[in-house]
T-cell receptor
Framework: GAGVSQSPSNKVTEKGKDVELRCDPI?????LYWYRQSLGQGLEFLIY????????KSGLPSDRFSAERTGGSVSTLTIQRTQQEDSAVYLC??????????FGEGSRLTVL | AQKITQTQPGMFVQEKEAVTLDCTYD???????LFWYKQPSSGEMIFLIY??????QNATEGRYSLNFQKARKSANLVISASQLGDSAMYFC????????????FGTGTRLQVFP
């Protein structure tokens, strides 16, 4: 498809389990972002990849969160030992170096 | 300190009227960009309009315009002739500097358009 693709669209997990969320950006987009949106809240920046530069991890809330981007394309956000406060929609976006972000539909994570 | 401030958690407007959604920002950079995104109840984020810090004219895109007041560090979104389909969350965002595409978002304003 032409847009940003995220999977899974919904994930329910038990507290303490690890989860992986995947983002497939628009082909050719050099920048990739992860944001978190809790219910009724704004977008919280998590991490940003730009080309081959070191990622900006300044928004990751704890060391349980990590992300990687393989081959400058697909990205995986991993949350270890999930907690209930991790429940949110995780949004991925990609862009060319122009500023306009194209967002995926998000992965809704529910931690029981 | 918050980089992007949206002080209106909710706004109401009657169909066909204009509405202004407020956004103020904080940066020491001379070069930056300001964005507005719309998020309907379906959840997708839709890009609306962009204003560069060096742009002399206020940005316009159809019924959307950005009232950019650089000295006051404000970038208010004006929606003219509101439609029922404009009901959504609206987020202001800022990109700082030359060498990053990182966007920081405000907390959003929920707009409700009534007939």
């Amino acid at each position: 498809g032409a847009g940003v693709s995220q999977s899974p669209s919904n994930k329910v997990t038990e507290k303490g389990k690890d989860v992986e969320l995947r983002c497939d950006p628009i082909s050719g987009h050099t920048a990739l972002y992860w944001y978190r949106q809790s219910l009724g809240q704004g977008l919280e920046f998590l991490i940003y990849f730009q080309g081959n530069s070191a990622p900006d991890k300044s928004g990751l809330p704890s060391d349980r969160f990590s992300a990687e981007r393989t081959g400058g394309s697909v990205s995986t956000l991993t949350i270890q030992r999930t907690q209930q406060e991790d429940s949110a929609v995780y949004l991925c976006a990609s862009s060319l170096f122009t500023g306009e972000l194209f967002f995926g539909e998000g992965s809704r994570l529910t931690v029981l | 300190a918050q980089k992007i401030t949206q002080t209106q958690p909710g706004m109401f407007v009657q169909e066909k009227e204009a509405v202004t959604l407020d956004c103020t920002y904080d940066t020491s950079d001379q070069s930056y960009g300001l964005f507005w995104y719309k998020q309907p109840s379906s959840g997708e984020m839709i890009f609306l309009i962009y204003q560069g810090s060096y742009d002399e004219q206020n940005a316009t895109e159809g019924r959307y315009s950005l009232n950019f007041q650089k000295a006051r560090k404000s970038a208010n979104l004006v929606i003219s002739a509101s439609q029922l389909g404009d009901s959504a969350m609206y987020f202001c965002a800022m990109r700082e500097g030359y060498n990053t595409d990182k966007l920081i978002f405000g907390t959003g304003t929920r707009l409700q358009v009534f007939p």
